[in-house]
T-cell receptor
Framework: GAVVSQHPSWVICKSGTSVKIECRSLDFQATTMFWYRQFPKQSLMLMATSNEGSKATYEQGVEKDKFLINHASLTLSTLTVTSAHPEDSSFYIC????????????FGPGTRLTVL | DQQVKQNSPSLSVQEGRISILNCDYTNSMFDYFLWYKKYPAEGPTFLISISSIKDKNEDGRFTVFLNKSAKHLSLHIVPSQPGDSAVYFCAASENSGGYQKVTFGTGTKLQVIP
C-alpha cells in the first residue's frame, strides 16, 4: 500500500507558540490531503480538506486562522497550529488521497501535540 | 449529528471465536464503506471495504456485510486472534467534489482473550 509519513510524531510546546506538522505522501502523488483530530476515546474528526495548489476547505467549527493548512505540492501538506493553547492538545492525523485508489485514503502515523 | 455510529464501545471475545463488530449509518448518500484498525498513538490501518452495490466482501478472516435497507454493516473476524485486539473504526464515504469524503464512527475496542 501507499505510504504517508508525518513529522514530528510527538511535540510538546509552550502555550502561545505555533507548531507546524508535516504530512508527506512518499510513493504517490496526493491530489487531496485530509487533516483529522482525535481526542482520547473519541472518533477521528475531519478538520479540513486540502487540494494541491488551492485553499483548504474547513469543516464547520474549525477555525481556519487557528489551523493553517498549506498544500503546496502533490506530496506535502502542512498543518500549523497557531498560538497553541492547552485545549489544542490532541492527536492529529493526516491522510492522503490520490488516483491510485479512488475509494481509499492512506493515513499517516499521527502527531501527538501537547501544549503546556 | 453522528452520521456513522458504533454503539458498542468495547467487545471481548475468546481467542478462536467469532468477533462481530456493528455499525449503523444515517446518510443515504454514502456509497462506500470501510473498516480501519487502529492502535493507540498510530494512524488507522485499512482493513476491508465494501461498495454500496454489494452486500458482502470477504478477505481471509475478515468479512464485511452490508444491509443497505437497514443502513447497517458489520465486520466479522473468524477465528479471532489476540493480535486482532485494537480499536476498529467503521467509516463511510461519499463523493464530494471529485474525491471521497470519509466519515468515521466512534470506534469499538476489541479485546481478544487468549
Amino acid at each position: 500500500g501507499a505510504v504517508v509519513s508525518q513529522h514530528p510524531s510527538w511535540v510538546i510546546c509552550k502555550s502561545g507558540t505555533s507548531v507546524k506538522i508535516e504530512c508527506r505522501s512518499l510513493d504517490f502523488q496526493a491530489t487531496t490531503m485530509f487533516w483529522y483530530r482525535q481526542f482520547p476515546k473519541q472518533s477521528l474528526m475531519l478538520m479540513a480538506t486540502s487540494n494541491e495548489g488551492s485553499k483548504a476547505t474547513y469543516e464547520q467549527g474549525v477555525e481556519k486562522d487557528k489551523f493553517l493548512i498549506n498544500h503546496a505540492s502533490l506530496t506535502l501538506s502542512t498543518l500549523t497550529v497557531t498560538s497553541a493553547h492547552p485545549e489544542d492538545s490532541s492527536f492529529y492525523i493526516c491522510s492522503a488521497w490520490g488516483h491510485i485508489s479512488y475509494n481509499e485514503q492512506f493515513f499517516g502515523p499521527g502527531t501527538r501535540l501537547t501544549v503546556l | 449529528d453522528q452520521q456513522v455510529k458504533q454503539n458498542s464501545p468495547s467487545l471481548s471475545v475468546q481467542e478462536g471465536r467469532i468477533s462481530i463488530l456493528n455499525c449503523d449509518y444515517t446518510n443515504s448518500m454514502f456509497d462506500y464503506f470501510l473498516w480501519y484498525k487502529k492502535y493507540p498513538a498510530e494512524g488507522p490501518t485499512f482493513l476491508i471495504s465494501i461498495s454500496s452495490i454489494k452486500d458482502k466482501n470477504e478477505d481471509g478472516r475478515f468479512t464485511v456485510f452490508l444491509n443497505k435497507s437497514a443502513k447497517h454493516l458489520s465486520l466479522h473476524i473468524v477465528p479471532s486472534q489476540p493480535g486482532d485486539s485494537a480499536v476498529y473504526f467503521c467509516a463511510a464515504s461519499e463523493n464530494s467534489g471529485g474525491y471521497q469524503k470519509v466519515t468515521f464512527g466512534t470506534g469499538t475496542k476489541l479485546q481478544v482473550i487468549p
